[in-house]
Nanobody, 124 residues
Framework: QVQLVESGGGLVQAGGSLRLSCAASERTFSSYTMGWFRQAPWKEREFVAA????????YGADSVKGRFTISRDNVKKTLYLQMNNLKPEDTAVYYC?????????????????WGQGTQVTVSS
């Protein structure tokens, strides 16, 4: 059982930055595809970004491209999401997820493990 613990959320003004972290308990963390999702009130969970063991990455909505950067440290077993130039529409609970398979995945049901989520609130 993989345990994922997110941190780094909070309240920030529009234009500000936050870095989310996700610490994994699994010693084979490096072999997992890892992803970030977000869910705003009354909306479906949305794919934000994912990275594979090799360090390659993909991003979801065009609105985050160029502003968000996903990265991982396999030694520290930690996933990161650097979020710059934040906008009020980025307000959501952000979730870290892990997938056994090393293939790409953008749908929530393709991931096997989830963190508890961390709230990000961007004020205008």
């Amino acid at each position: 059982q993989v345990q994922l613990v997110e941190s780094g959320g909070g309240l920030v003004q529009a234009g500000g930055s936050l870095r989310l972290s996700c610490a994994a308990s699994e010693r084979t963390f490096s072999s997992y595809t890892m992803g970030w999702f977000r869910q705003a009130p009354w909306k479906e969970r949305e794919f934000v970004a994912a990275t594979r063991w090799s360090g390659g990455s993909i991003y979801g909505a065009d609105s985050v491209k160029g502003r968000f950067t996903i990265s991982r440290d396999n030694v520290k077993k930690t996933l990161y999401l650097q979020m710059n130039n934040l906008k009020p529409e980025d307000t959501a609970v952000y979730y870290c997820a892990a997938r056994h398979s090393t293939g790409w995945a953008t749908r929530p049901n393709e991931y096997d493990y989830w963190g508890q989520g961390t709230q990000v609130t961007v004020s205008s």
